[in-house]
């Protein structure tokens, strides 16, 4: 999740991706995405074993922020909002 292009990220994992993200966009839960306004998916992937899902949130969150941007231009440049895509 990102506040705007080259802004604030989040990092999580779900078992729901909609939902969870339509909370972020909602408010639903409070927090750092409602604080810092991280209401934009910008890139995410699927994982079968949620177990392999955490392992890789773990790995991202200690990357520099270089990282985690380059990540997310290689699949999303514009920085598009890929909610509705999930839909």
């Known amino acids: ?7 604030t990220l989040y990092i999580g994992v779900t078992n729901d991706i909609s939902r969870r ?5 909602n408010g639903v839960i409070k927090g750092f995405t409602s604080r810092y306004k ?6 995410y992937e699927y994982y079968e074993d ?6 890789c949130e773990k790995r991202m969150k200690e990357w ?11 699949v999303n440049p514009s ?5 509705e895509t999930l839909l």
């Open 79 to 83: 920085w598009d909002d890929l909610y």
């Open 64 to 74: 520099n922020r270089a990282w985690k941007v380059r990540a997310i231009e290689e």
């Open 21 to 25: 993200v339509w909370e972020h966009k």
């Open 50 to 55: 949620i177990t392999d899902a955490i392992a």
């Open 38 to 43: 991280a209401y934009m998916l910008v890139w």
């Open 1 to 7: 999740m990102a506040s705007r292009r080259m802004g």
